[in-house]
C-alpha cells in the first residue's frame, strides 16, 4: 500500500508539472475585474492574477493578465504603507489563480452573474479563427459561434455570440437573382461553454447544384462536387460564366474526339472525360432534374454564329419510364417546339429502340419524336440531316449544323 501512495504521489507532481500555462483575461485599468473583454495564453511558469489599484483621488482600477507564480506569492498589501499619500497610484489587492480564464474576478470583484450566458471570443474577418483575442459575455440565450465564410472572395472567420435559433437557419444567405450578395456562409459551429468557438470544425457545406457554388463566391467554369439530395454525391461541370453563372452542364461537344453513338446503358451511366466532351448520365439527370429546372442549349453553328435555346421547365422520369421527357415554357431561341416537340418521349438508343428507330437512324441518344427537330447527340461531320444539328423552323426549314453544343441546367 505505501509503495502504491508513493506512486500515486509521484504521478500527482509529474502530472502538475506538465499541466499547460492557463489562458488569462488580459486588460489594465478598468472599473471592474469582470468587464475585461480580452485574453491572452501564459507562458510556462505563468498564472492569472487579477490586481487592484487606488489612485490619489480613491478612485480604484482593476488590471489582470498572467504573472510568473513566484511574482504573485511575494506580493504584499501595501494599503497601509506609509507611501500611500505619495504616490499617485498603488496596488491594494492582488489575487492569483491557476486555472483558465479565472481572473474575471478577485480583489473584492464577485465576477460575472450566474445567470449569464457563456464567454465567446468575438472578431470579424480573420483568416483562422484562433487569431481572435477578444472576448464578450453572451445572453442567457445566447450560445458562443463561429463562422466561415466568402468575404470579398477570401475565406474568413468570424465569431460571437448567437442566438440558438441562428444555429439552425439555413448556412447560404443573400440568394438574390442580381448576384449581388458578397459574403456566404461555408460553416458555422455552434457550441455552449465558455471560450469554445475558436475553431470551426469544418463541415463543409452542402452544396445542392453549381448554382450554390455560385452565390458561394466561385466564379470560375470547371468541376465541382454537388449533392442534390440526402443520398448522392457526385462530381459535374459547372458553367460559371454563362451570364449569370451556376449552370451544371449536362453535354458538352466541341470537337468529335467522343464517340455519341452508344448503347443505352453507357448513356444512363454517362460517358467521357468533365474536362472534355462528355454526357453526364441518365441516372444523374434523374436526379437533378425528377421535378422542374430550367435547361438551355448554347449552340454554335460552323460559321461560328452562337445560338441559345432555353426552357423554364424542364424534367425526366425515372428509369422504369424509360426516363421519359416533359419540357415546357419557352424562354427565348429558335421556336418553342424545337424541344418541346420531344416532350412525352422516351430516351432511346439503336439498342432500346422506339418503333420509328430514331436512336438507330440517328446514330445516337435522344429524346426522338419522328426523329426529332433537335439533335445535338448525332454524328461529326456528316452531310445532311444525321449532323450535330437543329431544324431551323424559324428559317427556311434547312437545318443549322453546329460545331459545338452545350447542354446545361439550372
Known sequence: MAFLLTILVIYATVSQGVAS???????STITQARYCDFYTQCDEGEVCFVEKTENQNGHFKYTSGCMH??????????????????????????????????????????GPSNTRGPYCFQCDHLSDPSECDHVTICDINEVCGVVEEFFQHERQFSTGCMRRSECQESLIFGREVNRTVKSANLCRRCCEQDLCNHQCTYNPLVFKSCDDHYRAGSVKSGIYTISPDDVNTFDVYCDMEDGDGGWIV????????????RSFSDYENGFGQLDGEFWLGLKKMYILAHSSRKI?????????????????????ANASQQYTLHVTNH???????????????????????????????????????????????GPFDWPGQYTVSVHNVQGNGNYITFQKTMMMLQ
Open 69 to 110: 507564480n513566484t511574482t504573485c506569492e511575494t506580493f504584499f498589501n501595501n494599503a497601509t504603507s506609509n507611501l500611500r499619500s505619495s504616490m499617485h497610484e498603488h496596488s491594494v489587492c492582488r489575487d492569483c489563480c491557476h486555472g483558465d480564464m479565472c481572473n474575471n474576478k478577485g480583489c473584492g470583484d464577485h
Open 331 to 377: 424562354i427565348k431561341g429558335f421556336e418553342a417546339q424545337t424541344f418541346e416537340w420531344n416532350s412525352g418521349q422516351v430516351f432511346s438508343t439503336y439498342d432500346r429502340d422506339t418503333p420509328d428507330q430514331c436512336g438507330t437512324m440517328r446514330y445516337a441518344g435522344f429524346w426522338y419524336d419522328s426523329c426529332t427537330l433537335l439533335n445535338i447527340n
Open 250 to 261: 449536362l453535354q458538352h461537344r466541341f470537337d468529335g474526339s467522343v464517340l455519341f453513338n
Open 21 to 27: 500555462p492557463p489562458s488569462c483575461f488580459s486588460c
Open 296 to 316: 438551355r442549349f448554347n449552340l454554335q453553328a460552323v460559321n461560328g454564329t452562337w445560338f441559345q435555346l432555353e426552357y423554364g421547365d424542364f424534367s425526366i
